[in-house]
C-alpha cells in the first residue's frame, strides 16, 4: 500500500476478515483487520467506513467496537439486501476493501461532565455502542450513564450479554424493550420512548444521543424536548445512501448538509426542520 | 391513612393536586397485592378500579384469536393502569396480568364518579391527568403500529 492511497479517502484499504459473530438471525458482527499488519486509522465513536465487498458493491456501515482497541475494526451489519447479505457472508481471512474512517462522530468532548443519555432503535445501537465503551473507560470524566433500547423482538436483540454487563456498572442504567415480546418475555414492552417513564434523568445536566430509524428519532427527540432536554443537548445520527462518503458527490444531501461530510452525527437544532419534512 | 395520602400525593399522576382532593381521593382508595402470574382485570369485566403501581410490574394483554393472548405493554413503579371506569360502559378493554409480585393501590371508580359529580373541579382535574396518560399511550401506539408495519417488506 503506498503512502498515496493511504491518504486518498477515495482508495480502499485492503482489510481481512477477523472473526464474524452472530448477533441476531440476520445480524452480525465483523472484526477487519489492515491485511499488510499495519494498525487501522483511529476512530471517534460515532464515524463509519465504506466496506467494499469486492464484485458486489460499496456500503456505509457505522463502527461498532471499542475506539481503544488497537489494530482490529468492529462493524455490526444487518442483512437487508444483496449487498449486506454479501458482506455478512464474508469469512474469516476474506478481503474487505475500508475507506475511513469517515464522517463527524459523537460530541464526547461535549458530554464530559454530563450525564450521558443514548437512545437506540434496532441496529442503531452498533453506532452508540462505543459510546457506552469510551463512557465506562472513562467512569470519573462523566456523569450517569443511561441507555434507553428498544428492538422489535427480543431475538432482535443486540449484543444481549454486554447489555447485561453495562447494567451491573456503577452510575449506569440499562433498559430493553421490545416491540413484541411472546409471553415467555419478562422484560419491557412497549416503543423506546415509553421508557423515559422509568429512567433516572436530570434534563438539565444531560446529553442526549439518538440513533434508530429516522420515524423512531421523531418520536425520541419530541419525548427529549418535553423531558426538558435543549436542542442543543440533542445529536442525532442520520443515514442516507452514499456513493463518494467525501462530500463530492451529493448522494447523501440532506437538506443543506451532506451526511457523509457533515454527519451523519448532528445537533438536532441544526436539522430539526429537515426532519418534519417529507421526502428529504 | 395519613401514609396513604402522602403516598398518593407523591404519585407523579398526582403531582400538583391540590390537598383537599387528594383527602377525598384518599377515601376511595385502597392498598392492593397481585401474585405473580394473577390477573388484575379481565377484558370485558366490569371497569371498577383504575390503579397507581407502586412496585413490581405489570402486561397488558389483548385477546388476538388464535393467537390467544398478545403483550402490548407492560406497566411498571409509578404507571397508571386503566381508563375505563372513567367513561360508559365502564368494561375494561383489556387483560391485565401481573408479570412480578405487585403492589399497588386501587382506586375505587364508582367512588371517584360519585366525588367528580359531586365535585366538577375535581372531576376536571382528574380528566386532565388521565388526558395526558390516554394521550402518551395513544402516541406510543401510534409509533408501536409503524414500527411492525415497517417490518412488512
Known amino acids: 500500500m503506498t503512502a498515496t492511497a493511504l491518504s486518498d479517502p477515495m482508495v480502499p484499504q485492503v482489510h481481512l476478515v477477523q472473526s464474524v459473530t452472530r448477533e441476531t438471525p440476520d445480524t452480525f458482527t465483523l472484526t477487519l483487520r489492515p491485511d499488510d499488519g499495519a494498525a487501522p486509522s483511529h476512530f471517534s465513536p460515532g464515524q463509519f467506513s465504506m466496506l467494499w465487498v469486492f464484485g458486489v458493491g460499496e456500503l456505509p456501515i457505522s463502527i461498532s467496537g471499542d475506539s481503544s482497541t488497537e489494530g482490529r475494526l468492529e462493524y455490526t451489519v444487518r442483512s437487508v439486501g444483496p449487498a449486506t447479505h454479501a458482506l455478512v457472508k464474508r469469512q474469516v481471512g476474506d478481503a474487505i476493501g475500508v475507506r475511513g474512517p469517515l464522517g463527524v462522530g459523537w460530541p464526547l468532548s461535549a458530554a464530559r461532565g454530563h450525564d450521558v443519555l443514548l437512545v437506540a432503535g434496532g441496529i442503531g445501537l452498533a453506532p452508540l455502542r462505543p459510546v457506552v465503551y469510551e463512557v465506562l473507560r472513562n467512569r470519573d470524566q462523566y456523569g450517569r450513564l443511561v441507555l434507553l433500547y428498544g428492538a422489535r423482538s427480543p431475538r432482535d436483540l443486540l449484543y444481549r450479554k454486554e447489555l447485561a454487563a453495562w447494567a451491573r456498572q456503577r452510575d449506569t442504567q440499562i433498559l430493553v424493550t421490545v416491540d413484541y415480546g411472546g409471553m415467555n418475555w419478562r422484560g419491557h414492552v412497549g416503543v423506546v420512548t415509553t421508557l423515559f417513564r422509568y429512567a433516572r434523568l436530570q434534563p438539565n445536566r444531560s446529553v442526549a444521543m439518538v440513533c434508530g430509524p429516522e420515524v423512531m428519532m421523531r418520536f425520541v427527540t419530541r419525548e427529549l424536548e418535553h423531558q426538558g432536554l435543549a436542542q442543543a443537548a440533542i445529536h442525532l445520527s442520520m443515514e442516507r445512501n452514499m456513493k463518494c462518503a467525501v462530500g463530492l458527490c451529493g448522494h447523501c444531501q440532506y437538506g443543506s448538509y451532506f451526511v457523509c461530510k457533515d454527519g451523519p452525527v448532528f445537533p438536532y437544532e441544526r436539522i430539526r426542520s429537515s426532519l418534519e419534512k417529507h421526502e428529504l | ?153
Not at chain 2, 393502569?81 to 372513567?86: P, R
Not at chain 2, 367513561?87 to 408479570?99: G, K, N, S
Open chain 2, 1 to 153: 391513612m395519613e401514609t396513604l395520602e402522602r403516598i398518593i400525593a407523591e404519585h407523579p399522576f398526582f403531582a400538583g393536586l391540590e390537598s383537599y382532593y387528594v383527602g377525598l381521593l384518599v377515601g376511595c382508595a385502597a392498598n392492593v397485592r397481585f401474585e405473580a402470574g394473577s390477573y388484575i382485570c379481565k377484558e370485558g369485566q366490569e371497569a371498577d378500579k383504575f390503579f397507581l403501581i407502586r412496585a413490581g410490574k405489570v402486561a397488558v394483554e389483548i385477546l388476538a384469536p388464535p393467537r390467544k393472548r398478545i403483550i402490548v405493554s407492560t406497566l411498571e413503579e409509578g404507571s397508571i393502569l386503566g381508563w375505563s371506569w372513567l367513561l360508559p360502559p365502564y368494561e375494561w378493554r383489556f387483560h391485565a396480568r401481573a408479570v412480578e409480585n405487585t403492589r399497588a393501590f386501587a382506586l375505587d371508580g364508582k367512588c371517584l364518579r360519585t366525588k367528580c359529580e359531586q365535585n366538577h373541579d375535581l372531576g376536571y382535574e382528574l380528566l386532565k391527568r388521565f388526558a395526558q396518560v390516554i394521550e402518551k399511550q395513544l402516541v406510543a401506539a401510534h409509533y408501536q403500529l409503524i414500527d411492525l408495519c415497517a417490518a412488512e417488506p
